[in-house]
């Protein structure tokens, strides 16, 4: 991407814009090229940088939630909720422990299956035509990053956008 001439007309013509205008019209401006803002975010520990649409993160937001109520019915269950009590237990009833609690959030999942699939849909269509601030529970929306970084790899969808930095790479093999 970050050779793609679309790519670099596009992104000169969002940068020359006056520094003066409102974050709205850039924003009209993304819009009327039938472009997506992403959101993006450096991915701690990392050098990976990952963004998603407005329709993808509406829905990992409803599944998010989801999987919360899903929490919240088989509490305890979950391996970072167990107390660890070893001394009196042997090694086979632990993972018969293990694999029981699995099986059990398993079944919760796959029963919410059928119900959060059309919550999921639902959550797609709408986050195209939300704002951010909405998606975000914040009052305002965020800021559009328009400066490039010459040292990233770039790779998109319509609903993803994914970048590495060159210099990061493992060595290239000869």
């Not at 793609?4 to 009327?32: F, I, K, Y």
Request: contains cysteine; proline residues 5%; aromatic residues 2%.
């Amino acid at each position: 991407m970050e050779q793609d001439g679309l790519t670099q007309g596009l992104r000169a013509d969002a940068r020359g814009a006056d520094a003066q205008v409102e974050q709205l019209v850039l924003r009209a401006g993304v819009s009327s090229r039938c472009l997506d803002d992403f959101l993006t975010c450096r991915i701690p520990g990392t050098e990976v940088h990952l963004s998603m649409s407005r329709r993808l993160f509406a829905s990992c937001e409803r599944l998010h939630q989801g999987d919360l109520l899903i929490a919240r019915r088989t509490s305890g269950l979950r391996a970072k909720e167990q107390q660890p009590d070893t001394e009196h237990i042997s090694e086979a009833d632990q993972e018969d422990q293990r694999l029981t609690r699995r099986r059990i959030l398993h079944e919760q999942q796959e029963e919410a299956c059928p119900r959060l699939r059309p919550l999921l849909r639902d959550a797609y269509e709408q986050g195209s035509t939300s704002e951010w601030s909405d998606l975000l529970h914040r009052h305002q929306e965020p800021q559009l990053e328009l400066r490039g970084d010459d040292d990233l790899l770039e790779a998109a969808t319509p609903e993803t956008y994914l970048a590495v930095s060159r210099h990061n790479l493992p060595p290239s093999r000869t």
